[in-house]
């Protein structure tokens, strides 16, 4: 690191010491320094702006996928079915205690985590995504109804206690499979080297936004809305969530980072010098 300040400084005889002192006096450091100070040339030449790149087809569109990808992912409403799986339970009126519930909620998040990280290079990101966003757009409309008819005390409901625990587990699993873990790792895939810390960075902002968001007013908008209406609500944006995956993001497994920045801008012929900060 130090070296390469040296050189980017000017400072070449100091730069050239601290060869002689990493290789030793009988090593042959002239190559090496010559071939550090053209890629410090090089990448000089290459660079642009951080408002150049951003302004970028890819960079935009990634930009989108980032964000939309992370809304979907706290809009589905995941921390509130986790932070309240508890009194979900009690309101549920399961036979089962909700501490044991939420136990088992917490066991299947962890295995599904693991199986995630198994599977993800097999069957690709954007399939996970569409699997993992049709079960929760499924399961919360399950839930929903399950406390429809609760409310409305309708015939049989108490025979069915067990619906939203498995609910939320199949919830749960199939999130932890897919929208828990992808978006975070596509964060390193979609993005160009120039504009990929400010862009990561600014989606995980809104992420934590969202869940914010999302966990303060949960219980608001249960109060005034009903759970029914609270949960419809989580499934009508994760059938948006599919949509949004089936048409806007792209598969990035087994993509070079080039590969990946050609298909988001939009061309498939284009060369590796129409993008951002490449050698024309």
């Known amino acids: 690191m130090y070296i390469a300040l040296y050189i980017v400084w000017g400072q070449i005889n100091e730069a050239r010491e ?20 053209e890629a410090l040339d090089e990448a000089s030449r290459n660079r642009v702006s951080f408002l150049t790149a951003i302004r970028s087809k890819a960079a935009i569109k990634g930009l989108l996928i980032a964000f939309g990808l992370m809304f979907f992912q706290q809009l ?41 990280t198994l599977i993800v290079d097999r069957l690709g990101r954007r399939m996970l995504l569409l699997i ?45 499979l897919g929208f828990g873990p992808i978006p975070w790792m596509m964060m390193g895939e979609i993005f ?35 759970t029914d209406m609270t949960f419809w609500i989580f499934s009508i944006i994760c059938a948006i969530g599919v949509a949004f995956v089936f048409f806007i993001v792209p598969e990035t497994k087994g993509k070079t980072l080039e590969q990946i920045q050609i298909e ?13 900060g490449s050698k024309s």
């Open 76 to 116: 589905s409403g995941v921390n509130a079915i986790i932070f309240y799986s508890g009194s979900i339970f009690e309101t549920a009126g399961s036979t089962l205690d909700s501490s044991v519930a939420t136990i088992i909620v917490g066991t299947m998040q962890v295995v599904a985590v693991f199986v995630s």
């Open 264 to 276: 988001l801008g939009g061309g498939s012929e284009r060369s590796s010098r129409d993008l951002p």
């Open 132 to 176: 993992s966003s049709v079960a929760m757009c499924f399961t919360t409309l399950v839930l929903g109804v399950y406390f429809n008819m609760k409310i409305h005390n309708t015939s049989g409901v108490d025979s069915i206690g067990w619906l939203p625990l498995v609910s939320i587990c199949l919830f749960i699993i199939l999130f932890s």
């Open 18 to 37: 601290s060869y002689r002192w990493l290789r030793g006096p009988h090593y042959n450091i002239e190559p090496e320094l010559e071939a550090q100070k």
């Open 192 to 226: 160009d080297n120039q504009v990929k810390s400010v862009a990561g960075s600014s989606a995980c902002l809104f992420n934590w936004l969202m869940a914010f968001v999302v966990t303060k007013f949960f219980s608001d908008i249960q109060d005034a809305l009903g």
